[in-house]
């Protein structure tokens, strides 16, 4: 008994001090980190950077985080941050969120608010810390714009998971449900009749980028999409349905050529959102009517479009009709 006794004893003595080792070394590392973001002329600050959880975790929280990166003009902001992990499973963490932050780009200024936002990440169990899978819970979320758009949903799931480590890619997915979309935008289409909420948003993708999601990739630079697999973005919203599907090649310039399939009931209504929000100008609205009408038409079914989306030379296309100039599928 007096055995057994000494070695619970050693190696509750033992495991202590790996924990108080382990935990202060986390610490060390991770003010290191705000210290050498700093040096490369970042704005990195934080109040205060804990690691507590004995004895079974390190849960460390950055308190009044600041981090803005000068290359991007990205900013980020948030009275606390924590990662949490158990002790011995130190490559599979919980991300916690606080109820509200701001995110900043050049162009615009974001508030975001949550009752609860977390995320299950899982690092493949190397020094660079590459990225394997996630998966994240938001309830109660909501983003405003300065610019004066927003977007509010009670609940949404966003996961992802490494693919291959040759072409760095990754599938996606994301759903929500009864997703509010800005008070104005809700105004602008008063008279179509549509509900104040999208029933659902659903999107199921596969990306390759041209780097892999590591600690490089927040320290140096952000990975870029060369390829996307659209297996299936769908939307729906009252009487409206949109389908979509297709692949599409990213040059390193962020400029997109391929083909997405498009599926589009009640796709008049669909049209007037699009001039609505801007997506599309409202002096080619009349055109693009016309012309869709003849291709609905050639299917037998004059409100149910299905049509390519084409990316072409920086240009798109919308079965026979231009649209406009592609966007850039840059991450900043």
């Given at each position: 008994?007096?055995?057994?006794?000494?070695?619970?004893?050693?190696?509750?003595?033992?495991?202590?001090?790996?924990?108080?080792?382990?935990?202060?070394?986390?610490?060390?590392?991770?003010?290191?980190?705000?210290?050498?973001?700093?040096?490369?002329?970042?704005?990195?600050?934080?109040?205060?950077?804990?690691?507590?959880?004995?004895?079974?975790?390190?849960d460390a929280t950055f308190t009044d985080i600041e981090l803005?990166?000068?290359?991007?003009?990205?900013?980020?902001?948030?009275?606390?941050?924590?990662i949490l992990a158990l002790s011995y499973?130190?490559?599979?963490?919980?991300?916690?969120?606080?109820?509200?932050?701001?995110?900043?780009?050049?162009?615009?200024?974001?508030?975001?608010?949550?009752?609860?936002?977390?995320?299950?990440?899982?690092?493949?169990?190397?020094?660079?810390?590459?990225?394997?899978?996630?998966?994240?819970?938001?309830?109660?979320?909501?983003?405003?714009?300065?610019?004066?758009?927003?977007?509010?949903?009670?609940?949404?799931?966003?996961?992802?998971?490494?693919?291959?480590?040759?072409?760095?890619?990754?599938?996606?997915?994301?759903?929500?449900?009864?997703?509010?979309?800005?008070?104005?935008?809700?105004?602008?289409?008063?008279?179509?009749?549509?509900?104040?909420?999208?029933?659902?948003?659903?999107?199921?993708?596969?990306?390759?980028?041209?780097?892999?999601?590591?600690?490089?990739?927040?320290?140096?630079?952000?990975?870029?999409?060369?390829?996307?697999?659209?297996?299936?973005?769908?939307?729906?919203?009252?009487?409206?349905?949109?389908?979509?599907?297709?692949?599409?090649?990213?040059?390193?310039?962020?400029?997109?050529?391929?083909?997405?399939?498009?599926?589009?009931?009640?796709?008049?209504?669909?049209?007037?959102?699009?001039?609505?929000?801007?997506?599309?100008?409202?002096?080619?609205?009349?055109?693009?009517?016309?012309?869709?009408?003849?291709?609905?038409?050639?299917?037998?079914?004059?409100?149910?479009?299905?049509?390519?989306?084409?990316?072409?030379?920086?240009?798109?296309?919308?079965?026979?009709?231009?649209?406009?100039?592609?966007?850039?599928?840059?991450?900043?």
């Amino acid at each position: 008994m007096r055995r057994l006794l000494v070695l619970v004893l050693v190696a509750a003595t033992l495991w202590a001090g790996y924990w108080f080792i382990g935990a202060r070394g986390a610490e060390t590392a991770l003010k290191s980190w705000l210290s050498d973001r700093q040096a490369d002329g970042w704005v990195a600050h934080s109040t205060d950077v804990s690691v507590q959880g004995f004895p079974s975790r390190f849960d460390a929280t950055f308190t009044d985080i600041e981090l803005a990166d000068p290359d991007t003009g990205l900013a980020w902001s948030a009275p606390f941050f924590q990662i949490l992990a158990l002790s011995y499973k130190p490559n599979h963490v919980i991300a916690v969120w606080p109820h509200d932050q701001t995110l900043a780009t050049p162009q615009e200024k974001l508030t975001i608010h949550s009752d609860e936002m977390q995320a299950s990440v899982v690092f493949r169990p190397k020094t660079d810390l590459e990225l394997d899978r996630t998966a994240f819970s938001l309830d109660g979320f909501s983003i405003a714009s300065d610019q004066g758009w927003s977007v509010s949903f009670p609940n949404a799931r966003l996961a992802t998971r490494a693919l291959s480590q040759q072409t760095h890619s990754h599938e996606i997915g994301f759903e929500a449900t009864q997703v509010h979309p800005s008070p104005d935008l809700v105004a602008k289409l008063g008279q179509t009749g549509l509900p104040e909420v999208f029933d659902a948003l659903r999107l199921d993708a596969e990306v390759g980028f041209d780097a892999p999601w590591n600690r490089f990739a927040i320290e140096d630079r952000r990975p870029q999409p060369r390829q996307i697999k659209l297996r299936m973005l769908r939307a729906e919203w009252g009487k409206l349905e949109l389908q979509a599907a297709g692949t599409l090649q990213v040059d390193d310039f962020g400029v997109p050529t391929g083909d997405i399939s498009v599926r589009a009931t009640n796709w008049r209504e669909i049209l007037a959102i699009a001039v609505a929000t801007g997506a599309v100008p409202a002096d080619l609205q009349s055109t693009l009517e016309q012309g869709l009408a003849v291709v609905a038409g050639l299917s037998g079914n004059s409100e149910t479009l299905d049509v390519p989306l084409s990316f072409r030379r920086g240009r798109i296309q919308l079965g026979p009709v231009p649209i406009g100039p592609a966007p850039r599928l840059v991450i900043r």
